[in-house]
């Protein structure tokens, strides 16, 4: 029996407002505080916007009058000079659509069994993000050797732990050498398993080539391609 492992920027401007009056209407105090800046323009009118246009204070509106060398400015009060008309901005265009959602893990999380083509075992489990294969159990594998004296036949694999990842399309393949023994004698194990998820079923192919020698003859084994069908069972 043969055993291994696979292994807005906001501005504000204030004018200064200067008084002058004739010598001699008033007598100054002692001393003067400084007055408080102003912008000397009149309040604007419900559903207007107070703004400086030009260099000079006005109240914009939706469809006054405009000119389209003042475009920049118009738009910081959020409008838009459109055929001489104020427009209202819509604030820069429609925003960008939502990115579109990640696609779905290319294979469902679960253990999965069925059979080989030699209507023996073949098991393994998808992780829980669904991106890959591990724990890959079968039953035994049949081999026919050269020369062929000899055929072998028992144990199975047992991948362990080791993950194997899930391409986006849904394929997964395993190319593997890796030492055992047949009986007490070291051998070389060549295995190759490919597969492609379908929602809850799987299906590929396997293939496992055994060379060691024996009483000075070498051998080399091989189980033919084999098929595997496993749906999902939990």
């Known amino acids: 029996m043969r055993k291994f492992l696979l292994t807005l920027i906001v501005s504000s401007v204030v004018g200064a407002a200067l008084s002058t009056v004739a010598a001699g209407a008033f007598r100054a105090p002692a001393s003067i505080s400084p007055r408080e800046p102003t912008s000397g323009s009149k309040p604007c009118p419900a559903g207007s916007t107070h703004a400086k246009i030009g260099g000079s204070f006005t109240c ?4 006054q009058r405009c000119k389209k060398q003042y475009q920049a400015a118009y738009r910081k009060y959020g409008f838009s000079c459109v055929n001489g008309r104020l427009r209202k901005r819509s604030g820069g265009g429609a925003p960008p659509p939502p990115p579109p959602p990640p696609p779905p893990p290319p294979a469902q999380a679960g253990h999965y069994r069925g059979l080989t083509s030699q209507n023996e075992n073949f098991e393994f489990d998808v992780t829980s993000d669904g991106a890959g294969v591990t724990k890959i159990i079968t039953g035994q594998i049949n081999q026919g050797c050269n020369p ?14 080791g993950v194997t990842p899930i391409a ?3 394929s997964f393949a395993i190319d593997a050498t890796f030492s055992s023994t047949v009986d007490q004698d070291p051998s070389t194990e060549h295995l190759t398993i490919t597969g492609h998820f379908n929602g809850a079923v799987a299906v590929g192919n396997m293939r496992l080539i055994t060379t060691f020698a024996t009483g000075g003859t ?3 084994c091989e189980s033919g391609l084999m098929t595997w069908t496993a749906t999902r069972t939990g």
């Open 60 to 63: 914009l509106r939706v469809g």
């Open 148 to 161: 062929n004296d000899f055929t072998l036949f028992g144990g199975g694999l047992n991948g362990g732990g």
């Open 168 to 170: 986006p399309d849904g």
């Open 218 to 220: 070498a051998y080399t």
